[in-house]
């Protein structure tokens, strides 16, 4: 009989990181795969990225609204609760033997507690890690707490999941899910990108993301309009600007963004989602890459293309010497960029593994079997 095996995603950049992984699972004959889409992949202000999902051939089972047009923290737990009441009427039908939550965003925190209520055995992806300027730090590590196996991306980060408390047999190192990718997916050249676009990319360019930061004093309007007056600097490079993430704050960058592209046409395009091919394409042929996404820590350095990390968002997470990591300052921002573009900043080894983590997030579903009692493993020597 196949295992039924849910996969979760609330984010353009979740399911880039997931998609190697959701392939594999569609094409193992022991293995039916159930896809859950919601948040941001339904708003048409974020991109209607579910249609993406469908594009690349995959079959979504169940689409839940959770999204309010809200900006604030009372609408993202609101949204929360959305979620709660959606996912359990979508897991009740369809009944799945695991499902697997990636990360740290509210949207997962609301599917953990869902499936733990339900005795369906939750696999996460990127527990232990550490971003202390955002709350998806704390909802990380209640993420791993509710969950039953653990794929972690750095020997250290299993540790720390072991350190919570989880059974040491139920935590492997698999390495980051989303370096598939560099195996895995033909990547477009400078000028196929160009096309893709409908942009001239005619000069060295900058890929800039900037997510709002949901915990430290970073408010989201100053410190972007600080970045922005960074990449003023440099005029002599174009600028492809992605959205943010549906956070507090974040349509309020979404609306500088627009107009910052729009004061600036044939320097800066801004681009609601780029899709995870467009993306790493544009991330392969950077001069530099810029903001407060993890991809700049995790995915970024594979491609030997530096770093600079911005404010406090990312802030405790282990990094490569590619990753330059900077004040929420306009000039300590561009004194960064411009060590990036001069070769100032060492290249050096990426922590987070080399690429082939689905093959073993696959075998630790095969051999999943699920007791909902879950033993607090004490580590050797604590003192009780």
């Known amino acids: 009989m196949q295992k039924k095996v849910a996969v979760f995603t609330g984010t353009r950049a979740e399911y880039g990181l997931l998609y190697w992984l959701l392939h594999d699972i569609n094409a193992d004959s022991e293995l039916q795969l159930q896809l859950l889409v919601t948040g941001s992949h339904l708003s048409p202000e ?14 979504i089972n169940e689409k839940i609204e959770i999204l309010l047009s809200s900006d604030s923290n009372v609408g993202t737990v609101k949204s929360m609760g959305l979620a709660m009441i959606g996912l359990a009427d979508s897991l009740s039908r369809l009944q799945p033997d695991v499902m697997i939550l990636l990360g740290d965003r509210f949207e997962a925190l609301a599917a953990a507690q869902t499936a733990m ?18 709350t998806d730090d704390a909802i990380r590590h209640a993420i791993t707490k509710l969950s039953y196996l653990h794929a972690t991306s750095t020997e250290a980060y299993r540790q720390r999941v072991i350190q919570l408390g989880e059974s040491p047999e139920r935590v492997k190192n698999v390495g980051a899910i989303g370096l598939d990718h560099l195996a895995r997916t033909r990547l477009l050249s ?41 990449l003023d600097q440099f005029k002599q490079y174009q600028i492809i600007l992605t959205y943010p993430n549906a956070d507090e704050g974040g349509r309020q960058i979404i609306e500088r963004l627009i107009s910052y592209a729009a004061e600036q046409p044939d320097r800066v395009l801004a681009v609601s989602s780029l899709g995870q091919l467009r993306y790493l394409s544009a991330v392969k042929h950077a001069a530099a890459v810029i903001g407060n996404s993890s991809s700049g820590i995790i995915e970024v350095p594979a491609f030997k293309v530096p770093t600079v990390n911005v404010g406090t968002r990312q802030q405790g997470r282990l990094a490569a010497p590619s990753v330059k990591h900077c004040r929420m300052d306009t000039s300590d921002i561009a004194a960064c960029i411009e060590q990036a573009v001069s070769d100032a900043i060492p290249v050096g080894d990426n922590p987070y593994g080399q690429g082939n983590a689905s093959a073993k997030i696959i075998y630790m579903i095969k051999q999943l079997q699920f007791n909902p009692v879950k033993h607090f493993f004490d580590l050797p020597g604590a003192k009780l």
Do not use: C, R, W
């Open 46 to 59: 974020f991109g209607n990225t579910y249609q993406q999902i469908i594009a690349d051939g995959f079959d």
């Open 117 to 134: 209520l339900m005795k369906i055995p939750v696999l996460h992806l990127h527990g232990g890690e550490i971003t202390e300027g955002a």
């Open 190 to 230: 400078k000028a196929q990108l160009a096309e893709a676009l409908a942009f001239k990319l005619d000069q060295p360019y900058f890929v800039v993301t900037y997510h709002p930061v949901t915990l430290a004093e970073e408010p989201p309007l100053a410190s972007f309009n600080a970045l922005l007056s960074a």
